[in-house]
């Protein structure tokens, strides 16, 4: 059997992106094909960690906009990423996978505070942890929550699944001549203002040399053959 090419790692995935063709809530078959990849990846031998957006549910800037105090916004944002966490760890256990969730603000009767040792030994024993409430903080991303779990961890990359196939030099969406890269660094991201993280999450990489791949989960299956090395998507990194 070929041997995974990375042996821990932080998977984020967007909240969006589990709420599938509906783009609002849950879409259990989507979270089920994502599930059922990920108990593959474990059972390769990776360890492996996930931090979940929460957009299907809640953005906080973007859906408090100006009617409500930022914090407050963000706070429930967090909360949204936690009804996510728990629906993901929930299909992981149904298919004997196991499985923690802990989260930046203290929820004890439903997950374990983060506590890096305590998630590091549960990958060490081949749990799944997932990490819910980002980084705890108002004011920066899941995306950045992500970037600092994955450095926390000492996680070999960041697998960064969206609904997007890759990095463009502009949204593919809007111009039918964006051109899908490969491979790109850091700076290039940060001087083109591309879309892949926020700059908070990007500059935090690239200051821990922590390699993201990008790519799309509409097929599940991208997260297996990213783990296997396959060239899917774009990978940022220090140099090309």
């Known amino acids: 059997m070929t041997q995974p090419k990375y042996k821990r790692i932080l998977l984020k995935i967007s909240g969006e992106a589990l709420a599938g063709d509906a783009h609002r809530g849950l879409d259990f078959d989507v979270i089920g094909g994502v599930c059922d990849v990920v108990k593959k990846c474990s059972e390769a031998g990776v360890e492996i960690g996930i931090v979940v957006g929460g957009g299907n549910f809640w953005r906080g800037l973007k859906d408090g906009g100006e009617h409500m105090e930022r914090t407050r916004a963000d706070h429930m944002g967090m909360l949204a990423t936690v009804i996510n966490a728990l629906a993901i760890a929930d299909c992981l256990e149904q298919r004997n996978v196991p499985v923690r969730v802990q989260t930046a603000i203290e929820m004890n009767r439903i997950a374990e505070p983060y506590i890096r040792n305590k998630a590091i030994r549960h ?3 081949g749990r799944v942890v997932i990490f819910g409430c980002g980084t705890g903080n108002p004011f920066f991303s899941t995306d950045t929550g992500a970037v600092l779990r994955a450095a926390e961890i000492g996680a070999d990359a960041i697998l960064l699944a ?4 890759g990095v463009y030099s502009a949204d593919p969406a809007r111009d039918p001549n964006a051109v899908r890269y490969d491979t790109i660094t850091y700076d290039e991201v940060l001087a083109q203002h591309l879309a892949v993280m926020d700059t908070t999450a990007t500059s935090l990489s690239m200051d821990n040399h922590l390699p993201i ?3 799309a989960l509409k097929d599940p299956e991208n997260i297996y053959r990213v783990v296997m090395g ?7 990194k220090e140099e090309k």
């Not at 969206?162 to 196939?165: E, I, P, S, T, Y």
């Open 123 to 125: 990958l060490e024993k």
């Open 162 to 165: 969206k609904n997007v196939d």
């Open 213 to 215: 791949v990008l790519f």
């Open 230 to 236: 396959e060239d899917i998507g774009t990978v940022v």
